[in-house]
């Protein structure tokens, strides 16, 4: 069956980085892509960005350029989200979601990870 | 950028009812709109991709109309474990984009 793992919860001070996996299993890695999908507390969900396991391209959302950096490793089936220069209201619940592999190619977030809790405070 | 706007925010149903949520686009996504459910502590759920095709496992009760710009999703009889909060996300567009969530509570 479908299982996106993803880390452990992290703790992090004001101007650190975060980096998230997200371990996928029971489908091959590279047909598909990646997208994540993060949730301050008790608000809704924002999509951040999305990264191909077939071919490594990106899209980001545009507020979040210059500060996150997603990769895959194929050979572990893992992809990972990296956020840097951290802000109080980075504090969320971070998703991984299988998505689509191909940027042209509409597709639905079909299987989710259990998400990371990432707090950022002084 | 595509602005994605649900209503009502909550919505108080009786267990056995009919619920009708509601999904508008800023611009047309076709049916390239996606319904997912979540629970407290959970991560989402999809229910329902293509505007109204059924992901697997989910229920009949569940059934999504739309195209273009509005979209709706019912639930034709709640049950219990219904009541949670629903997001609406086009998937036409970069960015992809969420609506602000309907919660469905119990009346």
């Known amino acids: 069956q479908v299982q996106l793992v993803q880390s452990g919860a992290e703790v992090k001070k004001p101007g650190a980085s975060v980096k998230v996996s997200c371990k996928a299993s029971?489908?091959?890695?590279?047909?598909?892509?990646i997208s994540w999908v993060r949730q301050a507390p008790g608000q809704g969900l924002e999509w951040m960005g999305w990264i191909s396991a077939y071919n490594g391209n990106t899209n980001y959302a545009q507020k979040l350029q210059g500060r996150v950096t997603m990769t895959t490793d194929t050979s572990t089936s893992t992809a990972y989200m990296e956020l840097r220069s951290l802000r109080s209201d980075d504090t969320a619940v971070y998703y991984c979601?299988?998505?689509?592999?191909?940027?042209?190619?509409?597709?639905?977030?079909?299987?989710w990870g259990q998400g990371t809790l990432v707090t950022v405070s002084s | 950028e595509i602005v994605m706007t649900q209503s009502p925010a909550t919505l108080s149903v009786s267990p056995g009812e009919r619920a009708t949520l509601s999904c508008r686009a800023s611009q047309s996504v076709s049916s390239n709109l996606a319904w997912y459910q979540q629970k407290p502590g959970q991560a989402p759920r999809l229910l329902i991709y293509g505007a109204s095709t059924r992901a697997t496992g989910i229920p009949a009760r569940f059934s999504g109309s739309g195209s273009g710009t509005e979209f709706t999703l019912t639930i034709s009889s709640l049950q219990s474990e219904d009541f949670a909060v629903y997001y609406c996300?086009?998937?036409?567009?970069?960015?992809?984009?969420f609506g602000g969530g309907t919660k469905v509570e119990i009346k």
């Open positions: 979601a299988r998505d689509g592999r191909f940027v042209v190619v509409p597709a639905a977030l079909d299987y």
């Open positions: 029971g489908y091959t890695f590279t047909s598909y892509g």
């Open positions: 996300q086009q998937y036409n567009n970069w960015p992809r984009a």
